[in-house]
């Protein structure tokens, strides 16, 4: 039998997310304290660390003057271990196991902590998404953890949550998928060329599919809505759309949203670096 303390006093609680999260640690406010894990993004010699301190224009600027392939690195176990020390009771969120080592990596700070004092509670869980995903699950953790449910259980419906969650997202630029070799040049020349917007969507598991690819913002808009009502009843859920250097799209995409009357609350936020480094100039990640 499981001898795991599973109290539900909220201080002894924390929610742990990487840098994909798109927001800053919150400390208090009358929920937990999410805490930070920073990725980095490596941009030939020089390494940004996806933090409250970092300047995402300069990296954003550094990405595109360098000719070579840029990468992204996962925090260590050492540094998820280091956060899931600081309570007794851990609810881990990661970007897409399908993007990043992040959550293997997670896990195995899991183990660590565990061997150390196998009476704390951690729970990794894979948000198969990014950005507004860990804040949506999150939220529900806060809120789950409010009305005094045990551990387990709270773990059980994080998962839940997150499995009927949806992803969408549209680029405007190739040229980071182009230079990191995921696109073939002639593909993305093209597909700029056409003012391809494409609509896609990341799949119950986490994998990115394309849906569409219109041509222009307006036909954009226009499928992202389509798309959305035909894979999830928006009624009463909460948006988070997340862009790279894009208010203007995103909140015309707001606006198309708030006149279906649909979603219970739509916030816009800007990409940090992590999702910045994805999403690429004038990109948006939608999620509800």
């Known amino acids: 039998m499981d001898q795991r303390d599973t109290t539900t006093n909220q201080a002894d609680w924390v929610i742990v997310m990487d840098s994909s999260c798109d927001v800053v640690e919150k400390v208090g406010a009358g929920g937990l304290d999410w805490l930070i894990a920073p990725l980095k993004i490596r941009v030939g ?18 990405i595109k ?33 399908r993007l990043s080592a992040s959550y293997e990596t997670a896990l195995q700070a899991r183990d660590l902590v565990l061997a150390e004092d196998p009476s704390r509670n951690i729970h ?34 994080a998962d839940e949550y997150r499995d009927n969650a949806m992803l969408f997202f549209s680029l405007a630029s190739f040229d980071n998928l182009i230079k990191n070799g995921r696109m073939p040049r002639y593909q993305g020349m093209l597909g700029q060329i056409l003012r ?14 394309v849906l569409d690819k219109p041509r222009g913002e307006k036909a954009m808009m226009r499928t992202m809505l389509e798309r959305m009502t035909q894979f999830k ?9 997340a862009h790279c250097n894009a208010e203007e799209v995103a909140n015309r995409v707001r606006a198309m949203l708030e006149a279906t009357g649909l979603p219970s609350d739509i916030r816009v936020i800007p990409t940090r670096g992590l999702c910045s480094f994805y999403t690429d100039e004038g990109g948006f990640i939608l999620n509800y």
């Open 45 to 62: 010699d020089e390494e940004f660390v996806d933090d409250a301190k970092l300047d995402v224009s300069a990296m954003m600027r550094a």
């Open 65 to 97: 003057a360098y000719a070579g392939e840029t990468k992204s690195a996962c925090p260590s176990v050492g540094e998820y271990a280091e956060l899931f020390r600081r309570a007794r009771n851990v609810i881990c969120i990661t970007i897409s196991s």
């Open 124 to 157: 990794v869980i894979d948000s198969r998404a990014t950005s507004g995903r860990a804040v949506l699950l999150a939220e529900e953790i806060e809120r789950l953890v409010a009305e005094g449910l045990p551990f387990e259980e709270v773990a059980a419906r």
């Open 196 to 209: 391809m917007r494409p609509v896609a969507m990341a799949d119950p598991e986490g994998n990115i599919e």
């Open 233 to 241: 009843d928006m009624t009463g859920k909460p948006v988070i759309i």
